[in-house]
């Protein structure tokens, strides 16, 4: 943004240098994507200043993408118009090039680290979990959950009430993905529930019992036979050591794995141009299929041609030769 006050002289001495910039590289300021507000001068001094700056008047609030920029909460409405312009334009769903599944994952698995709001969601829901599992007696919400939701039951242990809220349906529905992650290192064994909490690698034993006479049957009688360690029950998630719960933690721990890519020091190394990496990107991932030359469309796309044959690239280094006064060399 440049400020200037409302008389003729300051607006040209505003708009000196940006014409020097424009003669120096190159760079235009584009008219048509600029406005030019004003306050307190009369409608015709606007009218001359306008036609100074040949610059449209613009309207408060200032907008980008039709979102107005103001401090306040933005309503749907406000939203509106960038809603319409990603539902009608080259971003809606029936031109995705890529899956969205690539696209979250990290960069040297392929994608283009983009957090997947449900994932994060995920994650968020998991704390709650987490929270019942730890059986935290400093949590009112999670005295308050076994009084009145679990009655005193375990939270591994019940079905799905038919008539309980969304949300505590959402968190019960997690549990199949937190019993993965979720596990209690057992110390004196009294905040945790043999049949249905995780604390064998076979996981819930409720839900998972050895058949008789198996190497899993007799490590689980060998794992309750030994002593407990004592101290108080952990509970842990993933696979790291116990301890505080992280919603980027639970997020790493329960995303989508994908194995790592050979070409990622390729596209993203050092000093990558993003455009440049974005488009390599593509390229490796088989989006653009199209070899034709962009610059003639009349031949394949090589090294040879693009830097000798094109006839575009002729022009180039024929021009580049006349300004050098030389004279191409015989049979070339
Ligand atoms: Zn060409």
């Not at 719960?245 to 050979?262: E, G, H, L, P, Q």
């Not at 990622?264 to 989006?287: D, E």
Request: charged share 25%; net charge positive.
């Amino acid at each position: 943004m440049l400020f200037c006050h409302a008389d003729g002289k300051s607006l040209s001495i505003l708009l000196e240098p940006l014409g020097k910039f424009q003669n120096w590289f190159g760079l235009k300021m584009n008219h048509a994507k600029s406005n030019i507000f004003f306050g307190g001068i009369s409608k015709e001094d606007i009218d001359k200043l306008r036609d100074i700056a040949k610059i449209d008047e613009g309207k408060l609030p200032i907008r980008y993408l039709g979102v107005p920029l103001v401090s306040i909460e933005l309503s749907i409405d406000d939203c509106q118009p960038l809603i319409e312009k990603i539902l009608g334009s080259e971003l809606n769903y029936n031109k995705t090039k890529v899956a969205w599944d690539v696209v979250c994952l990290p960069k040297d698995k392929g994608g283009l680290v983009i957090m997947r709001s449900s994932d994060w969601n995920k994650a968020a829901i998991l704390r709650h979990l987490w929270n019942l599992a730890n059986k935290d007696k400093y949590s009112i919400w999670v005295e308050w959950t076994y009084k009145v939701l679990l009655k005193g039951k375990n939270v591994w242990e019940i079905d799905i009430p038919n008539d309980c809220s969304w949300c505590w349906r959402d968190i019960l529905k997690l549990r199949d993905v937190a019993r993965k992650h979720i596990r209690v290192d057992i110390g004196n064994g009294e905040n945790c529930s043999l049949w249905f909490e995780s604390w064998h690698h076979l996981g819930p034993i409720a839900r998972r019992w050895p058949a008789s006479n198996s190497q899993a049957l007799l490590e689980l009688k060998n794992s309750v036979l030994n002593p407990p360690r004592g101290g108080e029950d952990k509970v842990i998630l993933g696979n790291g050591v116990h301890g505080t719960f992280s919603i980027k933690k639970a997020w790493d721990t329960t995303r989508r794995r994908n194995s790592k890519v050979d070409w990622y020091n390729i596209v993203w190394y050092h000093h990558h141009i993003p455009k440049h990496a974005i488009l390599v990107w593509v390229a490796i991932l088989g989006i653009i299929q199209d070899a034709t030359c962009r610059l003639c469309n009349s031949a394949t796309e090589s090294l040879d041609h693009l830097f000798f044959s094109c006839s575009f690239t002729n022009e180039i280094w024929s021009r580049l030769m006349r300004r050098c006064s030389l004279n191409p060399a015989q049979g070339d």
